[in-house]
């Protein structure tokens, strides 16, 4: 059975974090995963701007993307966590209530657009564990990451809320865990593992990004105490507000953590034989030869 | 169309915002509240939006929520502090209490589509990691529709 979907960049991907846009086509393109590219979309709007100035037009807005997606009749594939929050919270809210879905369709009639339910919303990580399945990625492993300690760092909106996302447990999440463990590497148990970067509220400057930071060093921290190689994440967000934080920490406080944060395609891209430089490995604000050495001494 | 207030009432059922038992789970559970206590305290907050909504509306504190939705998760109420944080800026968006920062990154959008600014040859960027074009803006039509969703309100309360 092939997969295929209709993919959805949102800018942090495609803006900021280039390298692991790389990184996961590669590793989609090797898994024989197909992405149908449409220039129609916008901007998923996020919830806490957008939808803070008009909750409903926000919404309209929002679910514009799922009914391109509907045109399509293929299931959407977003980079980002923040994304998956918040195309999946307009469909959930559309779906449930009958009022809302009503003045939102009324808005998108003017764009010839209808909201339809039957969408279907996946993010990387849900569309390998939920489609691609753990079983089939185990057979895809050429190069085990045995003895590398990777600490999964499952950001926000890839779970939470349980109603929008209905993707793992909202108190104890285990599917990054367990596809950290198909790459050969051991998941790091840790405190801070479902923290928060609070990527999605850091519009005002200072504050901030002086909480980013605060909050940073709580989860390296906790993180490095397990003796963690590498810190793996769901989002691209997580990934920015991480290393950005330890460059601050570094400046600020002359506290360096020299930790290579990176996404969970890019563990499974190396474990599958993989070479940094397809994964976009070279282009990243981490220096990752401490962790290519060891995966791979010279 | 409705307005904030009274989606206020249909979506979480305002009546409800009184079921709040001051337990804390909220502040217990966000990550800004560990970070920068002195500033942020959802708890503190959802009792300001009952009890001191005309003053709370003109600070700028209930904006920094990042969503992440930990406190909606938890509360043992079922109150939905994210979305009442949300529809509670919508009343500060409607009376012009509109922060700086904000504002900014929605001019932003509405310019090109994008949250994020693309500089004009960033392609050439792409290109360069074998990564197709996104373009400076959303495509023109995606900009027609979205200023057409968004609507002269919408625009107006941006500019003013």
């Known amino acids: 059975?092939?997969?295929?979907?209709?993919?959805?960049?949102?800018?942090?991907?495609?803006?900021?974090?280039?390298?692991?846009?790389?990184?996961?086509?590669?590793?989609?393109?090797?898994?024989?995963?197909?992405?149908?590219?449409?220039?129609?979309?916008?901007?998923?709007?996020?919830?806490?701007?957008?939808?803070?100035?008009?909750?409903?037009?926000?919404?309209?807005?929002?679910?514009?993307?799922?009914?391109?997606?509907?045109?399509?009749d293929m299931p959407m594939l977003t980079l980002c966590s923040s994304c998956f929050g918040n195309l999946s919270r307009a469909k959930y809210l559309l779906d449930t209530n009958d009022d809302l879905r009503r003045d939102v369709n009324g808005i998108l009639r003017q764009v010839?657009?209808?909201?339809?339910?039957?969408?279907?919303?996946?993010?990387?990580?849900?569309?390998?564990?939920?489609?691609?399945?753990?079983?089939?990625?185990?057979?895809?492993?050429?190069?085990?990451l045995e003895g590398i300690k990777a600490a999964p760092f499952y950001g926000c909106h890839i779970f939470l809320p349980s109603r929008y996302t209905k993707f793992d447990d909202s108190e104890f999440p285990q599917k990054l865990d367990s596809l950290i463990?198909?790459?050969?590497?051991?998941?790091?148990?840790?405190?801070?593992?479902?923290?928060?970067?609070?990527?999605?509220?850091?519009?005002?400057?200072?504050?901030?990004?002086?909480?980013?930071?605060?909050?940073?060093?709580?989860?390296?921290?906790?993180?490095?105490?397990?003796?963690?190689?590498?810190?793996?994440?769901?989002?691209?967000?997580?990934?920015?507000?991480?290393?950005?934080?330890q460059i601050r920490l570094k400046s600020e406080k002359g506290v360096d953590y020299r930790m290579p944060v990176m996404h969970y395609v890019d563990l499974l891209g190396l474990s599958m034989g993989l070479e940094p430089k397809e994964l976009g490995l070279d282009i990243r604000r981490s220096d990752m030869t401490p962790l290519l050495e060891k995966i791979n001494p010279p | 169309m409705v307005t904030s207030r009274e989606l206020l009432g249909r979506l979480i059922d305002e009546k409800k915002l009184t079921y709040c038992e001051n337990c804390g789970m909220c502040t217990a559970s966000c990550p800004l509240a560990r970070a920068i206590p002195e500033t942020y305290n959802p708890r503190i907050l959802l009792q300001r939006v009952i009890f001191d909504l005309d003053e709370l509306i003109k600070s700028e504190e209930f904006w920094l929520c990042a969503w992440c939705y930990k406190c909606t998760e938890r509360c043992?109420?079922?109150?939905?502090?994210?979305?009442?944080?949300?529809?509670?800026?919508?009343?500060?968006?409607?009376?012009?209490?509109?922060?700086?920062?904000?504002?900014?990154i929605m001019q932003e959008i509405v310019r090109s589509g994008r949250s994020i600014p693309v500089f004009e040859d960033f392609d050439d960027w792409r290109e360069d990691y074998g990564l197709p074009p996104i373009g400076p803006t959303i495509s023109e039509e995606a900009l027609e529709e979205q200023r057409k969703i968004m609507g002269e309100e919408f625009l107006r309360r941006l500019r003013t």
């Open chain 2, 76 to 104: 043992p109420q079922g109150i939905q502090p994210t979305e009442i944080f949300l529809l509670t800026r919508n009343l500060a968006v409607e009376r012009g209490y509109i922060p700086a920062n904000p504002r900014a």
């Open chain 1, 181 to 245: 463990k198909v790459t050969g590497a051991e998941s790091v148990d840790y405190h801070e593992k479902t923290s928060c970067c609070i990527g999605c509220g850091s519009f005002f400057g200072e504050i901030s990004e002086k909480a980013a930071a605060i909050l940073a060093e709580m989860i390296l921290d906790s993180a490095s105490k397990q003796g963690t190689d590498c810190v793996i994440t769901s989002c691209p967000f997580c990934i920015m507000q991480l290393e950005m934080g």
């Open chain 1, 112 to 144: 010839g657009k209808e909201y339809r339910s039957g969408v279907k919303i996946e993010q990387v990580i849900t569309a390998l564990y939920n489609d691609y399945t753990i079983k089939r990625l185990k057979d895809r492993i050429r190069n085990p």
């Open chain 1, 1 to 72: 059975m092939s997969l295929e979907y209709l993919l959805y960049p949102g800018c942090v991907a495609s803006v900021r974090e280039l390298g692991y846009e790389v990184s996961m086509r590669k590793v989609f393109e090797a898994l024989d995963i197909g992405l149908e590219q449409s220039n129609d979309f916008n901007c998923c709007m996020p919830a806490c701007l957008v939808h803070s100035f008009d909750y409903t037009r926000g919404l309209a807005l929002t679910s514009r993307n799922l009914c391109i997606a509907d045109e399509f």
